[in-house]
């Protein structure tokens, strides 16, 4: 592959992409969502209204703004509806869209708009899997000059019919020509390493594809009025901004998930197969599934009985959101599963009783990393890395400042003096919990600036004396959003840290506040299970009185990575609130230092990128995921697909080729000149801290080996690390350097 730890990164943005738009939350007390989602439309109307920073009234532009809303979130690739289609639905909803909330009529018009989804959906899902009936019996030879864009999502939508269905072939034989020479190629490398085709035995292509438009088709049958009524009101809340939206009961349980670091569950991880069932990817060791010992990865859930009592779910095709959430459930009540064992295929049925399953991932955790130089007291450097900054709403129990408080502690123990703060991929969390983590590294003062709809500028502040006092890099990338451009913009604007990664953080500026929409109903209306709306309030700023908001917080050293091609930030959401700025607070001193030493700091960083044939990897990477966005087109000739295929494919091998007697040399020298050390929140009390391993790295999951990735000729960057990491440490080690 082009890079083991881009790889590396790729796999977490699949599962943290979403939390990059997480909100910046100040936390009041939440409760369950309501039934009767009339009255629930309509109060979330009015909260909507008066409590939203912009303070927007409902008007006959924002009715319109409102469908256009919702149908480019049902309908993101412009797949389902043609422009002819918009026009009529135009003509009949947008001067009254707001009128049916207001009116009590919210479930009305989500049950009609959802019709008008579902009926173009499921033709054009029908028609799909036509195409690949045909295609079953023969597959076409693909030597048309015929191309399709790669996203459709900023095109205009088809003129007609015809339009929409040639878009929708081009979209399927897409599909099935990038499947066919996935296929080739697996197969092809399969026989030159002299092992067996992990495909060999693979449903056929149109077959396996068929079966996703089936899922595909269910998932859009499946909605249930909550499904459907939350569409419609965070089309409406998106429509203020991003980060407004409304929480119907189940999603309001997966966002107190996210911004926790425990679930309650069997601890498993779960992924959709193309045979219809739900795939044991992953067991949590320690967690309830481990501990019961007959589930094994690979096993495949057909039915899910939630309460053990005898109802059985059948969850074949069924969306992976609605199987967790048949699963997920209460500490202590067992849940039964319906299992195809991974190797005998034959039928069992497993009892798991559910219990808090800790995310240790998700969890602050740390290294101590010994530079050592010859006949020197070594450069010892701390990694910190934080992948949000986490609290458990309904406990209080897990904060993630308390967590940081001991690792630093002990860090102070062992002698550090220099320190790297891993924000990558961090969407956020607590304000709370920032603001006490700014005062780690700063003492007293203020850390960020809130101001409302009516301008009043609030200062937050920290008290305490500083808790570290050696030198700090904090690296961020496009997907450092919120919380951590608060942490990231305070550091810098102390002058208190070196800021690397990405040109910028994501840009989100805004703060949320989840409220119960029970508070707000009528006294003898239902409160049971209403959700939750999750409304903008404030903006928040630096303290030298810039916004965060779209333009994010800009890195002192840019280091190529691979998040730089993606198109993602602030600035690529629709209806984004602008930018601005207000007066810088006062009393805070900020350290020249930095400013000082940053010109030597990005000369030396400059000369080191420039040897290290990783980081040129990258940049390579960047420019060709850059291109390939900017094209955005997929052809849809073969040849010319396998030759751009094997161009690709040969390059990778060079590189891999390259890498494999570099990394030996380069662990060799690690061995004589790093030694690293292991310090998770489970080890901040032992006597001795471990030396870290490979092992560690696997420690949370046992996970299912993926049969292509075996093949693969990558080879691991050394010493656990990698190039931006060890980039990052050269750079304290300079800062430690200077005067």
Sequence with gaps: MINTHLKHWTRRLGALAAAATAALVSFSSTGQAAPDYD??????????????????????DLYEKFLECYLQSIDPQHLYFTQADVNALQSKYASSFGDYLLAG????????????????????????????????????????????????????????????????????????????????????????????????????????????????????????????????????????????????????????????????????????????????????????????????????????????????????????????????????????????GAESGEQKEVVIVRDEVPMSESLASAKIVDIHKSGETPYRIGILTLPSFYI??????????????????????????????????????????????????????????????????????????RLFDGEVVVITNKLSASASEIFAGAMADYGRAVIVGDDSTFGKGTVQIPRSLADYLPYFASREGCGMIKVTVQKFYRINGASTQLKGVESDIVLPMSTAALQIGEAEQDYAMPYDEIAPAAHYVKNPRIARILPELRKRSAARVAADQDLQYSKWFIDYRRKIIEENTDSLNKAKRVAESTELRNRQRAQDEERKPRYEKMAAEDARNLTIYRLTLDDVNADKLPVASKEDEEK???????????????????????????ESLYIVRDMMEMP
């Design 39 to 60: 009255q629930i439309g309509k109060q979330f109307s009015l909260v909507l209204q008066n409590a939203h920073f912009s303070r927007l009234r409902f008007s006959q």
């Design 105 to 340: 009529e919210t479930r009305t018009l989500a049950v009609e708009l959802h019709t008008e989804y579902s009926r173009r959906a499921l033709r054009h899902i029908a028609e799909a899997e036509k195409m690949l009936a045909e295609y079953a019996k023969k597959l076409p030879a693909f030597d048309t000059n015929r191309s399709t864009p790669r996203s459709r999502r900023k095109l205009p939508r088809a003129a007609n019919d015809a339009a929409l269905t040639q878009a929708w072939r081009d979209m399927v034989d897409d599909m099935v020509l990038t499947e066919v020479i996935r296929r080739e190629n697996v197969a092809r490398l399969a026989k030159e390493k002299g092992k067996p085709d992990p495909n060999a035995n693979e449903t056929p292509v149109a077959e396996k594809l068929k079966a996703r438009f089936r899922r595909l088709r269910n998932e859009v049958k499946e909605a249930d009025t909550e499904d459907m009524v939350a569409m419609l009101l965070n089309a409406v809340a998106r429509s203020y901004d991003p980060h407004s939206d409304y929480m119907g009961a189940r999603e309001e349980q997966r966002f107190k998930d996210a911004i926790k670091a425990s679930i309650v569950g069997i601890g498993a991880q779960l992924r959709e197969d193309d045979d219809g069932s739900t795939r044991i990817e992953g067991i949590v060791k320690g967690g309830p599934a481990a501990k019961n010992g007959q589930l094994k990865l690979g096993d495949r859930i057909v039915a899910v009985d939630t309460a053990n009592n005898g109802n059985w779910t059948d969850i074949m095709y069924l969306s992976i959101d609605k199987v967790v959430d048949l699963i997920r459930g209460k500490k202590g009540v067992s849940v039964k599963l319906r299992v195809l």
């Design 392 to 465: 458990d709403l309904d406990s209080g129990d897990v904060r993630c400042a308390a967590d940081v408080k001991k690792l630093l502690r002990r860090m102070n123990r062992e002698g550090v003096k220099g320190l790297i703060v891993d924000l990558r991929f961090n969407g956020g969390g607590s304000l709370d919990e920032v603001r006490k983590m700014v005062g780690f590294f700063t003492g007293a003062g203020p850390v960020v600036q809130v101001r409302d709809s009516r301008g009043h500028v609030e200062r937050l502040t920290v008290s305490g004396r």
């Design 700 to 726: 949370y999951m046992e996970a299912a080996e993926d049969p292509e990735e075996a093949l693969a000729d990558d080879v691991d960057y050394p010493s656990n690390l990698d190039p931006i990491l060890r």
